[in-house]
DNA sequence: GCATAAAGTTAAGCCCGCTTAACTAAAAAG
DNA sequence: CTTTTTAGTTAAGCGGGCTTAACTTTATGC
């Protein structure tokens, strides 16, 4: 009964010291850049899923059309965002990331990865193994308690 | 050549899947209790640090000793927050999370936890030893860089 | 075809977070 | 003991996010 405990234990401790790193992160980054959360979220939603209808934006979201429509309006201002048209349904509008917008994401994105490659650096090739290993199954576990929700 | 490779796409595989899970929730928790993510970050804070000064709040958090005041203030009337007289220093105020905030940022805590609960139980105990091992490296190499910084 | 539903937009109004500026009170420096 | 610095509060004002309500335009159901 000892072991249930230790990897309860360890993934708690694990994930305080992660989350805490990567939040932080994520936030200062999304202020260097003059973005809102909000606005900050949307980018990063439409680079993860890929582009969609602004009523996709309202439900991820959970907030009302009207709000997406002003969010998503600002962003395509300040040229993050290209709205265009569904070619096969004229009433809907097909958003996805400019160049510009794509670029400060994957900016971002580079920057997280940056601190991930820092902490793989430290070990020998025979930890990188074990950690490789452990990744995959939580990854996996993960994955697969998401898809069953 | 390969391994480092490895290490460095597992490591990112999993920071994806795990930080959109735990930073949805987090929101999401936010959001049902009816505070905004400024003041559900303060309460967090302090539980992680402790009691502390208004002065470290506004450093911490990048915003002006005005706006710390002020956000402060509604946690302590939502009775969130004890605000009380620092006995060494009778300018400052010493601010520590009340029995009502302790219980809400546990309770956050406990579900985020329950999820990795999951998680956990789905491994044998082989590879429970394995994760262990390989969490108490990355948590080992994730601290030491902080500290280093 | 006509009624209804669905996708977005626009405008008015609210609350919130934040800033600057002016202020009080207590500690530190000289 | 006076000056300066530090901790915090208060008020005015700006901009942002959000909501509801009213509206336009396009698709769907009968």
Redesign the pocket.
Known sequence: MTKPIQITQSLRTWMDVFMHRSMRGWSQFAKSTG?????FSILMQLHHKGP???????ER??????????????L?QSNYLE?TE?P????????RLSENGAKLVDDGIQQRYLWLDEIANKFDAAQQKKIVEALELLTHAAQSLEEKK
Chains 1, 2 share one sequence.
């Open positions: 973005l809102s959360m909000p606005q969609c209808g602004l009523s996709e934006i309202s979201f959970d907030i009302s059309g009207a709000a997406a429509s002003q969010l998503v309006d600002k395509v709205r569904d096969s349904d004229r009433r809907a509008k097909l958003l």
